[in-house]
């Protein structure tokens, strides 16, 4: 097999994007336009990966190089003077290699694995000297157009701007990806001429200089008419996120997975479920998340790069981020669990109270308005409502460490660092400074007064 090479084109501002973030660092899904791009090349098991990238430049590379699963090299178009011009800069590092080059845009993060490898692999397979990939769609505005000849043949593509009224009505749009023999790329390249409104030098001219020497071309058509949409408005944007997130939750869908509404279910591309889990309308799975068996999670709900491990209830508009649930716990309503935090196996997290760097027990309970940070709380203890650890003194956090068995009455202030030892009982409102050992009673509060008669002798004379 000949050896094959990746090289995407991501160097364009996407003016028509009208943001300050380079068009392939958009979000879908979880993951960058470009990083979706990446992702469906791996299967392709190139020998090299090549990005072109200009404007902003170093903020798409730092993504790609702290993406410890990508591993590619960037080249520098300095200004962006078209397509082809930008496949052109990697003539340095590519000009010298044989095999088969696989371009791909860094805005069309639908195209999948199995079409590229059937393009590449029909590439490989014929004596074609340039292949494209094609897909008849409804709507074509804004993509080149292909044009056949009366016998089928492709003698290149028209760019919106540039074509006919008449070429504007063909439906058969060209992906901006492509599978090149080495040589004679380069050398072809070099002699497109500047062409259309911004006297760019277009890639898909390529074609039509490839036709005329006689090089034979090959055309393959996706199905699909979603794999190969460009991005390049924030509507289309929208566009595609919908069309992502109905496939991952279909696909969730299919392997058990409840979703109640799926129009209104948010799951990113790396998110797991699994069987049996139901999922009520308006709920966000995010980034690096992953959900057990027999999980129910309620309206509202947003959960981010967190573990839920099976049987786990999450009640609405709880906020969960970078923590794990174990199994059979229940969180919320209106729970914030924040990073670093692990609510342990049977325990119970009730409304308003916030988790920051906190383990939780194994059966323990927190269940109202409490705030917990930096804090280990043993197996079956109970949090009364309204605790507080004060774990920051202004300058530093400080660790609040609770046994188990303890008991924390309502109303608690726990100034840290502080332990309190297995089985103690803590008073209602108590402000705890100092430790409690273990089966101890504490109390830290003032002694009630009793004044008989007062009440009555104030509202007769209140001066
Ligand atoms: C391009 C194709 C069009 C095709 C469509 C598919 C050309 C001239 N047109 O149009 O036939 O139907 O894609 O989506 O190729 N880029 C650079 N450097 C540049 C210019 C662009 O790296 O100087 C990159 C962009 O960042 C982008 C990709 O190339 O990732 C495509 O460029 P874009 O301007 O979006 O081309 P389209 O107008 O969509
Ligand atoms: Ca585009």
């Known amino acids: 097999m000949p050896d094959r090479h990746i090289l995407i084109l991501a160097a364009g501002k996407g003016t028509r994007m009208r943001s300050s973030r380079p068009k392939v660092l958009h979000e879908l899904a979880g993951l960058t336009l470009i990083e979706h791009v990446i992702r469906a090349s791996i ?25 410890p699963s990508i591993s590619c090299r960037i080249v520098h178009q300095e200004q962006q003077l078209g397509t082809a011009h930008a496949l052109l800069q990697a003539e340095p590092v590519l000009g010298n290699k044989s095999g088969t ?17 059937a393009l590449v692999e029909t590439h490989e397979q014929s004596t074609a000297a340039a292949s494209v990939l094609s897909s008849v769609i409804e709507r074509p ?8 000849d009366k016998r089928g043949q492709l003698i290149g593509v028209v760019e919106e701007a540039d074509a006919s009224a008449v ?15 080495l040589p004679p790329l380069f050398q072809t390249l070099k002699e497109i001429p500047e062409a259309g409104p911004k006297n760019e030098r277009y890639l898909p001219a390529i074609l039509q200089m490839y036709g005329q020497r006689k090089l034979p ?5 996706t199905d699909d008419p979603h794999e190969i949409r460009g991005i390049n408005s924030q509507s289309e944007l929208a566009e595609v996120r919908t069309i992502v997130r109905q496939r991952k ?4 869908m299919a392997s058990g997975v409840t979703i109640e509404d799926p129009a209104t279910t948010y799951i990113d591309t790396d998110v797991t479920v699994e069987a049996d889990t139901v999922i009520h309308p308006g709920v966000f799975l995010e980034g690096r998340t992953r959900v057990g068996a027999r999980c129910e999670i309620h309206s509202g709900a947003r959960i981010i790069n967190s573990t839920l491990s099976d049987d786990v209830t999450i009640n609405n508009h709880s906020v969960i981020a970078d923590s794990v649930i174990k199994a059979k716990a229940r969180v919320g309503p209106f729970a914030h669990i924040r990073p670093g935090s692990t609510v342990g196996e049977s ?12 383990a939780l027990g194994t059966g323990a309970k927190a269940n109202h308005l409490s705030y917990i940070g930096d804090a280990v709380i043993g197996s079956n203890s109970n949090i009364g409502a309204g605790t507080i650890t004060c774990n920051y003194d202004g300058v530093n956090k400080h660790q609040t460490t609770i046994g188990p068995e303890v008991f924390v009455g309502s109303g608690t202030e726990l100034v840290a660092p502080v332990t ?8 209602a409102g108590s402000c705890i400074t100092e430790n409690v050992p273990a089966n101890a009673l504490a109390l830290a509060r003032g002694r009630q007064v009793i004044k008989e008669a007062r009440a009555t002798k104030i509202r007769k004379n209140p001066e």
């Open 43 to 67: 299967p392709l098991d190139a020998t090299t990966t090549t990005v072109i990238l200009g404007h902003q430049g170093p903020r798409v590379s730092q993504v790609l190089t702290n993406n």
């Open 167 to 181: 070429q504007r009505k063909i439906c058969e749009v060209n992906s901006g990806i492509y599978t090149f023999d």
């Open 249 to 252: 939750n279909e696909e969730l």
């Open 101 to 117: 080059l696989i371009v791909l845009s860094g805005d069309a993060p639908l195209i999948s694995s199995p079409t590229l490898s």
């Open 420 to 427: 309190i030892g297995r089985g103690a009982y803590i008073g």
């Open 217 to 221: 071309i090959n055309v393959t058509t």
């Open 141 to 148: 505005y804004g993509y080149g157009r292909v044009l056949r």
């Open 347 to 358: 325990s119970r997290v009730g409304n308003f109270v916030e988790l920051k760097k906190t």
